[in-house]
C-alpha cells in the first residue's frame, strides 16, 4: 500500500462532490485482509489550524479518515443539470415537467418536507401541483384527488406523503397512482421490475437510487465487489440491495433477524446502512477501506445544542471514517439526494411523456 | 458433536419425506468451524451389501453422508393433499379448480412438459384447459387466447409454456396474463409484491416456492441462518432469495459477476443453486453441515447408459453428500416440487375465486 504523501501546506479534506473534486473514476475498494489497518486509495487527512499562524496547517498524516462524499455538493450538480434540462424542454416542447404533491393532515414534519419539495421543484423550473387534505378526509377523497393527477396531462409525477392518518389505507391510497407517475418507486409494478432482469423499472425509490448515485459519481466500482446493505425496508433497503446487485455487486442483505451483523458488515467493501438505529455500526465493523454509504438519520439528545438534540446517522462516524475508504456525512450526505432523485424521476417521467429519450 | 452411533442392521439410508420419514422439527443446521468435518444432527449412513448372506447390512461408520430430502415423496405428499382438497371444494361448490395451458409450437421438450402438467391436473382431479397454437401464430393470436382465458371464470391460473417462438414477445404476453390468474408467479405486481414488507403476492414462481417447501417440510430452521443463492434468475434465483428473507434467513446472492463463490458459499448453511452448471459446486465449497437444494438439471454425457447422457444438479452430488447435513438429489429432488408448486397455485388461486381462505 502506498504511503500517505502530503507536504505542508496541503489543506483540508478530500471532499467528493465538492469543487475540489478528486478523480476518482479509477477507484476500487482497497483489498484488505480483516484486522488489517490500511485505507483506500483515497484519503483524508484531519488538518489541525494550530500549527502556525500562517495559516498553513499542520498534516498529521497518523490520522487517516475516509473521504468525504458530499452529497450535498453532488445533489446541487444534478439540481443544475436537471434545471439546464428543464430549460431545454421549455425551449424545444414549451411544457415543463410537474410533480404533483398530495398532504392530507397537519403533520409538521410532512408539512416542512411538502414545502422542501415544492421549493426544490421551482428551483429547478418544474411547475408544482398539490392539494392539502385535511385530517379526516375519507379515503375516497384521497383517491379521488390521486386520480385527477393521474389524469392531469401536466403532472408528470405524483407524491403522497406519508404517513397517512391511520383510518386511511396506505396500500390502497399508493397503488392508485398511476405507476407511470409513481416518482417515489413505491407501486408493486415498479419494484417487481426493478428485481427482473431484462427489465427496467420506471421510476425506482429515490433514497436507494441516490445512494447509488453517490457511489457511481464518487468512482466508485461495484462490479464484483461484496455489498451488504443493513435494513430491509420497502422504501430503502430492499431496492438498495436490488441496485447494488444490478451494478454486479454480490449483495447480502442484514436485518433484525441476522444474529451477527458485524461479522457479516465486516465482509464488505461497499455498506448501505438504512436501519434508523443510532450509530449502530461501529468502526469495528467495517472492513478497512471500505465504502460507507450512511442513509440514517437520528436525533440524539445533546444539551450542548441549542435545540437539544443532533442528528446522527445509522453509523458511528468518528469510528467510520477512520477506517472507510469513503463514508457518506450525516447530514449532508445522502439526504440531499432523496430531493435529488425525486426530481431526477420527475423529469424522467416528463421526457417520457414528451416522447424524448432518457 | 455426538458419535454415529449405529448397530449391524441398520438398513439404508434416511430420506426425508419418504414413509421412513425422520422428524427433524427440530433441526438446525449444525454450527461447525470451516474446515472441521462434523455433520449436522441428521445423518445418513452408506451401506454395503456385502457384510454377510444374511441381508444384514455392513455400516462403514467412516462414510457419512446427507440425509436425502426427496422431493419425489415430498411432493406425492403435497399431491395427496391438494387432491383430498379438490374433492372437498367439488362437494361445497360443486366445481372444481382450472388450470389452462397456453402453447405455442411444437418443441419435443415443451409438449413433454405441457402433457406432464395436464396429467398432474388430472390426477388431483383439476379441470385442464388448454390451447396449442401453430409455431408461426401471431402475438395477437396468442394475446387473444390469453385473455380468453382471463375472462373464464372456470380458469383459475394460466400457464404460458416458455419459450415462445422468437417472432413474439414473451414479455408482452406474460404481462397479458391476469396477476390474479398468473400461476407461475411471473406477473411483476407479484414479483413486486414478494419484494415488499407487509405484502403478500397473490403467486410465487414455483420452482423457489418448491425449495422452500422442501426445506420446511425437512424441518429446516431458515430464521438467523445464513443463506447462499446462487443464480439470480428471474424465475428461480431472485425469488428464491426473497423468500429465504421472508423466512429471516440472511441472504447473499452470487452470481456470474462474483470473482469468489466458493469462499461465500462457504459461509452459508443453506444454499439454493439455481445457476445451470453441471456440477459446479463441489464438496469443499460447503460448510460442513450445510443444507443443500440444488435446482440444476443438467444433462452430462455418458456413453455408458442407454440414453448416452445422464442428468445431474449443479452441485456435485458425490462430493457434496460427504459434507452436507441434507442435500436434494438430481433427478427426484426439486424437480417434482414444481408442478406439485403449480398445483398448489392454482388450488389457492380456485379458493380464492370461490372465498374460501387459503
Known sequence: ??????????????????????????????????????????????????GSGSGVQTVRATERRGAVIDGKSIAGQIRKEIAAEVANLKESFGKVPGLAVVLVGTRKDSETYVRSKKKACEEVGFASFGVTLPEDSTQEDVLNHVKQFNDDPAVHGILVQLPLPKHINEEAVLGAVSYEKDVDGFHPINVGTLCMQGRKPLFVSCTPRG????????????????AVVIGRSN??????????????????????????????????????????KAEMVRGDWLKPGAVVIDVGINAVDDPSTKKGYRLVGDVNYAEASE????????PGGVGPMTIAMLLSNTLDAAKRSFGVES
Chains 1, 2 share one sequence.
Open 323 to 330: 477506517v472507510a475508504s469513503m463514508i457518506t456525512p450525516v
Open 235 to 276: 422504501i430503502v433497503g430492499t431496492p438498495a440491495a436490488q441496485l447494488l446487485q444490478r451494478q454486479n455487486a454480490t449483495v447480502t442483505v442484514v436485518h433484525s433477524a441476522t444474529p451477527n451483523p458485524a461479522e457479516i458488515v465486516r465482509e464488505a467493501d461497499i455498506v448501505i446502512a438504512a436501519v434508523g
Open 1 to 50: 500500500m502506498e504511503a500517505l504523501q502530503l507536504s505542508r501546506g496541503a489543506v483540508g479534506a478530500l471532499r467528493i462532490g465538492s469543487k475540489d473534486r478528486t478523480d476518482l473514476s479509477s477507484y476500487t475498494p482497497a483489498k484488505a485482509s480483516p484486522g488489517s489497518n490500511v485505507l483506500g486509495v483515497v484519503k483524508r487527512v484531519r488538518c489541525s489550524s494550530s
Open 211 to 226: 445512494c447509488i448515485e453517490l457511489l457511481v459519481r464518487s468512482g466508485v466500482q461495484m462490479k464484483g465487489k461484496r
